[in-house]
């Protein structure tokens, strides 16, 4: 009686142990490396677990042919407006998004950029790298924004 | 009877306990050791790390050996490095990289120096001509994304 007991328990004590590690390996840690708010950005961000969701570059583009008027700001919101079509379709948000290549035709809309997107992520900063390129795909386009999204 | 009972709880604990600590299995495949990188690396479990560009900047921003490619990508590294221990791990840990410099002639005094920074077998990497860096005057930014070892 007193050992049948002790094996209950025993069991018991793995089942939990088991769903315990279900629920870690399902859990998304996320850790944002020196973030500086000023910059809007992290100098890295450190992540266990959830989907990964590495998306192409994006530009301003269609549906929204009236944002390449050599605006940044509206080349801007046509850009996330069409990663947060991506994502919203993987089943994600902005503030899912962990790291950033940022593809600029000149490197002076930074300031610019980091305003833009201190309204984007509310939860934390991702890793940005910024790169001054020549030309893009597109000969109106500012800005590529290539995302890699961590979704819980 | 109880022996028999004990005996199943072990073999049930042997079998989760092992797996329960999730082991990170890694393969660099077609290593190119004289540029220093491998066409793919190959991974399972562990914890990444999305790093922003490095570059050859000191920890007020300020840029460190102007006009010197070689003295950047030695502070570059440094910077890696720091950062790396900062998150819990090592340059070695580095499973991919994407290197911006704005010399593309500089491509083999890059690779050269990068054979010394990596003990256990040479990231992936794509080397690319950007116009311009983040910082004025630097030659290199590296953008790379790690997975430590839990």
Redesign the interface.
């Known amino acids: 009686m007193g050992?049948?007991m002790k094996?209950r328990k025993?069991?018991l004590a793995?089942l939990i142990?088991?769903f315990a590690?279900v629920g870690l390996?399902q859990e998304l840690?996320k850790e944002f490396?020196?973030p500086q708010a000023q910059d809007a950005?992290?100098?890295?961000?450190?992540?266990?677990g959830g989907t990964?969701l590495f998306l192409a570059g994006h530009t301003a583009s269609q549906p929204r042919p009236d944002a390449d008027l050599g605006n940044f700001e509206a080349q801007f919101k046509a850009t996330f407006d069409k990663i947060g079509v991506t994502l919203a379709k993987a089943g994600g948000g902005f503030d899912d998004i962990?790291?950033m290549?940022v593809f600029l035709t000149d490197?002076r809309y930074?300031p610019q950029f980091t305003k833009l997107a201190k309204e984007i992520f509310k939860k934390g900063f991702?890793?940005?790298?910024?790169?001054?390129?020549?030309h893009l795909a597109r000969p109106q386009s500012l800005m590529e924004i290539q995302p890699?999204a961590?979704l819980p | 009877m109880m022996k028999f009972s004990t005996r199943i709880v072990f073999a049930l604990a042997l079998f989760i306990l092992p797996t329960s600590a999730t082991a990170q299995e890694r393969e660099m495949v077609l290593p190119v050791p004289q540029s220093a990188y491998s066409q793919a690396v190959k991974v399972k479990g562990g914890t990444l790390v999305f790093l922003s560009g490095v570059g050859p900047v000191n920890e007020k921003g300020e840029l460190q050996a102007p006009g010197d490619y070689r003295g950047q990508v030695r502070a570059t590294w440094e910077n890696m490095r720091r950062i790396m221990a900062k998150a819990g791990g090592s340059l070695d840990d580095i499973v991919t990289m994407t290197v911006y410099t704005t010399e593309r002639r500089w491509g083999e005094i890059f690779t050269d120096m990068r054979k010394d920074v990596f003990q256990t077998g040479y990231p992936s990497s794509a080397f690319m001509e950007a116009r311009k860096l983040k910082t004025p005057g630097a030659m290199i930014e590296i953008q790379a994304i790690a997975v430590l070892k839990d």
Not at chain 1, 41 to 48: C, E, G, H, L, Y
Not at chain 1, 128 to 134: G, K, P
């Open positions: 050992e049948s094996i025993l069991l793995l142990l088991v590690r390996a840690k490396i020196e950005r992290s100098t890295a961000v450190k992540v266990k990964m962990v790291s290549g490197l930074i991702p890793a940005i790298t910024y790169v001054e390129v020549s890699i961590v």
